[in-house]
């Protein structure tokens, strides 16, 4: 669904968001925004802009179920978005376990507010041109994802 | 088959979003698991879900679902149909059950429709 006319706007962009984890019923509202602002702002094709908004949602949900929230830096250039989610969390002891579809560390509790299938991450990279994750036990996780406009 | 279609096949409530009964549905995903709704991309579809929350409405709003169906009588509360009202997406409640809804719609011609 695009309008006719192409935004003017394609310069770099620079965004940051605090996540907090205290209000489950939050969670995506970043996801949302920056899903706005691609579509409407800066008139990228409807299907990428669901890729972006996907894979952030995956992973800002994430960050608000095991990690007790974190920051989301983004870059939106004309050719590509990058998203950096750091969190102070607890880290992933093993991630290419974390990796595997149907693996998820997830209690009862999440699950039944609709996460923890362990599709996370798998859907992550299956929506994103591009994602790293570093982590160290104890002391946080930084995922770094791109998507090309 | 429109969403008004879906509405009477199912003897559902419209919570809101009535004036968008006339919109097309392509295909379906009845999931109460979002993560497995947002591994397949489907277009101008809904979703039958009995998790009442507001990430049911968050993962249709990122995967541009037209319409949510809340199965098993579920009633979500007015927080939850504003977040729908907020993104135009149809909101209805049926009393039928998962695996009934989901049987009614595909004898009516809905697939699922998932793309890898």
Do not use: W
């Amino acid at each position: 669904m695009s309008s006719g006319e192409k935004p003017a706007y394609t310069g770099t962009m620079k965004l940051h968001y605090d996540v907090n984890a205290s209000d489950f019923s939050k969670a995506g509202v970043v996801s949302g925004e920056v899903k706005k602002l691609l579509k409407v702002k800066r008139g990228v094709p409807a299907e990428v802009v669901r890729n972006v908004a996907i894979a952030m949602y995956e992973a800002e949900i994430n960050m608000v179920i095991h990690a007790n929230g974190g920051h989301i830096d983004i870059e939106i250039t004309e050719k590509e978005i990058t998203i950096i989610f750091a969190d102070k969390g607890p880290g992933i002891p093993d991630i290419a376990k974390a990796q595997q579809a149907g693996f998820s560390t997830a209690c009862e509790n999440i699950r039944s507010l609709g996460f923890g299938a362990g599709m996370g991450i798998p859907n992550m990279k299956k929506y994103a041109d591009f994602l790293d994750i570093k982590s160290e036990v104890g002391v946080g996780t930084t995922v770094t994802m791109k998507i090309f406009l | 088959m429109t969403v008004s279609d879906i509405k009477d096949l199912l003897e559902a409530e419209v919570l809101c979003g009535e004036e968008f009964l006339s919109n097309h549905v392509h295909t379906a995903c009845g999931s109460d698991m979002m993560s497995d709704v947002l591994a397949y991309v489907k277009d101008q579809s809904v979703l039958l879900t009995g998790l009442c929350n507001p990430q049911a409405i968050r993962t249709a709003e990122m995967m541009d679902i037209v319409c949510v169906v809340f199965v098993r009588g579920k009633q979500p509360d007015e927080a939850i149909v504003e977040l729908a009202r907020e993104r135009h997406i149809t909101l209805l409640s049926t009393e039928l059950r998962m695996f009934a809804a989901c049987g009614i719609l595909y004898e009516a011609g809905l697939r699922g429709g998932a793309k890898s």
